[in-house]
Each structure stands twice: as structure tokens, then as C-alpha cells.
């Protein structure tokens, strides 16, 4: 469980992301939609399992979300179920 692959900046912010989830298809979402998925993850995180400690040493979910979204590019979820990946992309 981690929250590991770090993020490249692009020069120019869009706001739009590619975002992969277990068992799903590539989605474009919003930066907006891309924090209620990853909040909704995190919502859903197994009881009795602690957050990555990166994510662990924010006070509420919603700063960890960011910190994701500006800071990394992955989240490793407990057991069987994977890892969620996004990545900002321009769209022409």
C-alpha cells in the first residue's frame, strides 16, 4: 500500500487526467472528478488497515487527495484489488 510513483509536472496545467482503476477502462475525468474517485478510494480503505505513511501524516482525506493529484501519480490499494493511476494529459 503506497502511494509511490512520483508525478512530473507539465509546463501547462489542463485540468484534464487520464485516470485507470482496476478492472475499468482509461477515462478522461476532470481534476474535480479525479479527487471524488480518489476520495472515494480512500473512503473505502479496508478497516483496520493504515494509510501509506505519506498519505497518513495529513490531517483529512481531502488534503491527502491533493497531495496525490500535485504530488504523485499512483496508489497502491490493499490486497488483490491493484493500483489506481492517473496522469494529466492535454487535450488538442
Request: net charge negative; charged share 35%.
Amino acid at each position: 500500500m503506497s502511494a509511490m510513483r512520483r508525478r512530473r509536472r507539465s509546463n501547462a496545467e489542463t485540468g484534464t487526467y487520464v485516470l485507470m482503476e482496476p478492472g475499468e477502462d482509461e477515462e478522461f475525468v476532470s481534476e474535480e472528478e479525479l479527487k471524488e474517485r480518489l476520495m472515494g478510494w480512500l473512503d473505502k480503505w479496508p478497516a483496520g488497515e493504515a494509510l501509506p505513511p505519506d498519505l497518513a501524516r495529513f490531517e483529512s482525506k481531502e488534503e491527502a487527495v491533493s497531495y496525490l493529484i500535485t504530488s504523485v501519480c499512483e496508489l497502491e490499494i490493499h490486497g488483490d484489488v491493484g493500483s489506481i493511476q492517473w496522469y494529466q494529459v492535454r487535450l488538442e
